[in-house]
């Protein structure tokens, strides 16, 4: 079962190029999210969707952009990536809303930008 | 608004060995608790979660943890770890189904040979 899918797995940029995260996901999930992992500080959610054409914002989503035009995509955008950027990305499904249910997490992406 | 804390960022423990995870929590609402693992390089998988009922909550692997709504407190326990376990753990809480699900910084588990 494939659950959830991140492209790509690695990906270095340079400061100010564009690129988008790929998140996909066959499970029928309405809920989705994006975050992102630094040491010492966990997790820490970006942006997330309750279901198709519903997106919100998390705690950190300056310079990061999202859309949900399906059930099954959340595709994640840096616009213009900065250093700070640098990080590893998880995106995750759950069933309805994720705050009592399981959320199934995929590989994450490394993304460094130099 | 909700925060979790770990205190511990590294854990060592000698196989065989018990083991507790300590997690507490600021809220002031009724919660709901999560513990995820991380195993190196892999994506975050969940090992249980209370929701209601009985605060003592098993979970996958062996592990188990208890609320304690007095202390805030979600502490995950293993009475004999194995090398297998060594990965990060994280704590994680939410509000209401649908409300943010809020992470804590981890905690690494290193079970020493």
């Known amino acids: 079962n494939a659950g959830v899918t991140q492209t790509p797995k690695f990906q270095v940029l340079k400061t100010g190029q564009s690129m988008t995260l790929q998140c996909a996901q066959d499970?029928?999930?309405?809920?989705m999210s994006w975050y992102r992992q630094d040491p010492g500080m966990g997790l820490r959610l970006i942006h997330y969707s309750v279901g198709a054409g519903i997106t919100d914002q998390g705690e950190v989503p300056n310079g990061y952009n999202v859309s949900r035009s399906t059930t099954e995509d959340f595709p994640l955008r840096l616009l213009s990536a900065a250093p700070s950027q640098t990080s590893v990305y998880f995106c995750a499904a759950s069933e309805k809303g994720a705050g009592n249910t399981e959320a199934f997490f995929g590989q994450g992406t490394r993304l460094t930008v130099v | 608004a909700q925060s979790v804390t770990q205190l511990d960022s590294q854990v060592p423990v000698f196989e065989e060995a018990p083991v507790e995870l300590r997690c507490n929590y600021s809220?002031?609402?009724?919660?709901?608790l999560f513990w995820y693992v991380q195993y190196p390089n892999q994506g975050l998988q969940l090992l249980l979660k209370y929701l209601s009922g009985s605060t003592l909550v098993k979970g996958i692997n062996g592990f188990e943890a208890e609320f304690n709504k007095s202390q805030t407190s979600f502490h995950l326990r293993k009475p004999s770890v194995h090398i297998s376990d060594t990965a990060e753990y994280f704590c994680a809480v939410s509000v209401t189904s649908y409300d943010k699900v809020i992470f804590g910084p981890g905690t690494s588990l290193s079970v020493i040979p």
């Open positions: 809220s002031s609402v009724s919660v709901y």
């Open positions: 499970m029928n999930h309405e809920y």
